[in-house]
Nanobody, 127 residues
Framework: QVQLVESGGGLVQAGGSLRLSCAAS????????MGWFRQAPAKEREFVAC????????YYADSVKGRFTISRDNAKNTVYLEMNSLKPEDTALYFC????????????????????WGQGTQVTVSS
């Protein structure tokens, strides 16, 4: 059974930084694309970033490009999201997801492409 556990969220002022982590268990972590999505109140879940199974390719939403960095450590079964220059509009519940298929070689931008999700970690950016 796959488990994903996010951590690292919190309250930060605009312009600040946070680093989210997502620890995975239950499947061969290093075989799957991992992604970060977020959901603000009354809005749909939206893609933030994803990283290929070996870390060789990364993809970002335009809204976070240049500010956020996704990375992974396959030895620790963990994916990270480094968030800099945070804005109030980044406020949301952030989820990590693990792709349905292994060894994907392209970006996975929709939530339906992910089989497993964590419970989320709240990020709140004050102005």
């Amino acid at each position: 059974q796959v488990q994903l556990v996010e951590s690292g969220g919190g309250l930060v002022q605009a312009g600040g930084s946070l680093r989210l982590s997502c620890a995975a268990s239950g499947r061969t972590f290093g075989s799957y694309t991992m992604g970060w999505f977020r959901q603000a109140p009354a809005k749909e879940r939206e893609f933030v970033a994803c990283i290929s199974w070996n870390g060789g390719s990364t993809y970002y939403a335009d809204s976070v490009k240049g500010r956020f960095t996704i990375s992974r450590d396959n030895a620790k079964n963990t994916v990270y999201l480094e968030m800099n220059s945070l804005k109030p509009e980044d406020t949301a519940l952030y989820f990590c997801g693990q792709a349905r298929t292994s060894y994907g070689g392209r970006g996975y931008y929709t939530s339906s492409q992910y089989a497993y999700w964590g419970q989320g970690t709240q990020v709140t950016v004050s102005s």
